[in-house]
């Protein structure tokens, strides 16, 4: 793999939520601070489906996923995307983050769980979970 390789897989964010004014937004954020969307998907099922057809890994570097979703949670998408690619970077993006949903997501191995609140972070919250060089 180029060096020019390397640096556009790591830049590459698979996003993923029900609100397609949340799609946006998040796509926004994550290209202005230099990321690059490689696909979406709107509930649980289709994100599994896409995230299939986007691997085998490091592609996407980062699966931002919402939790509370159409037909499969954030946390039930993540336990089977992580069950398949153990060391898939997935930030849990949810206007609903307690301790349990916190605690769980930290328990089926999701790097950083981030309220929706802290859109504008997206591209600063990506960038300290991906490996530095």
Excluded at 48 to 62: G, I, K, T, W
Excluded at 93 to 108: G, M, N, P, T, Y
């Amino acid at each position: 793999m180029t060096v020019t390789e390397q640096v556009a897989t790591a830049q590459s964010v698979f996003v993923v939520d029900d609100e397609p004014e949340m799609r946006l937004l998040a796509r926004v954020f994550l290209e202005r601070g230099g990321f690059k969307v490689v696909d979406e998907a709107e509930d649980g099922p289709q994100a599994l489906e896409r995230f299939s057809d986007l691997n085998p890994p490091p592609v996407p570097a980062v699966v931002l996923l919402d939790n509370r979703m159409p037909g499969l949670t954030g946390l039930e998408v993540a336990e089977q995307m992580l069950s398949q690619h153990p060391t898939q970077l997935i930030v849990l993006f949810s206007a609903h983050l307690d301790d349990a949903v916190r605690e769980k997501a930290s328990s089926i191995g999701i790097a950083a769980c981030a309220s929706k609140m802290q859109a504008s972070r997206l591209p600063e919250i990506i960038r300290n979970l991906l490996p530095q060089g």
